[in-house]
């Protein structure tokens, strides 16, 4: 049932994705938070929703959510590519601008996006209110953070191999799990 969970995330994060490669800019980023709102309401299982929450014993866990989540961003980033057109071209356009950032600011930039959808869940989750996630994932997307999960869609709707990119990805899905687990080091349990 968990893997179905979590690739159903993937599914709803990917969707997110290609919502933001049709659109763009503010108006995409702002689309782009229907799949972080379908994974809270749905109860999927998102890494970067887990990664802050799960306990450190279960990583093999938290590794077949990302597994099943990445999955589920391959079909779609493979349907964005087949379609061609203006959304692969920023599919590429955004792949071209993270391997160029190299890999101590793309850590960077995944930290950011991992602390900010963490506090957004972990809001979400204690005060039932839609909100932050609804303003915190344009928020990650207009600071220029990067999201393990969702950049698998442009990764693969680029469709551009780099070696680069075997770099890029363990990076930024490292940071995500560090930012995500912030909240976990500077806030104490009773908060």
Not at 38 to 63: C, I
Not at 85 to 97: D, I, K, L, S
């Amino acid at each position: 049932m968990n893997n179905r969970k979590s690739f159903f995330a993937g599914i709803l994060i990917g969707l997110g994705a290609c919502g933001f490669l049709a659109l763009g800019g503010l108006p995409g980023a702002i689309i782009f938070a229907f799949g972080l709102i379908g994974v809270v309401l749905s109860g999927s299982l998102l890494y970067t929703g887990r990664a802050g929450v799960m306990p450190l014993n279960e990583t093999g866990q938290l590794v077949l959510i990302w597994l099943f989540n990445i999955l589920a961003c391959i079909l779609l980033g493979l349907l964005m590519m087949s379609l061609g057109g203006e959304p692969v071209e920023r599919a590429q356009a955004a792949v071209a601008g993270r391997l160029a950032q190299g890999p101590w600011r793309s850590f960077l930039r995944a930290v950011g996006c991992g602390l900010i959808i963490d506090i957004a869940v972990w809001l979400y989750r204690t005060t039932k209110n839609i909100l932050p996630v609804l303003f915190g994932v344009p928020l990650f997307i207009v600071c220029g953070f990067y999201h393990s999960i969702a950049d698998v869609v442009y990764l693969v709707a680029a469709w551009q191999w780099s070696p680069d990119i075997l770099w890029y990805y363990p990076v930024i899905v490292l940071g995500n799990y560090v930012g995500c687990n912030i909240r976990r080091i500077v806030l104490p349990k009773e908060i």
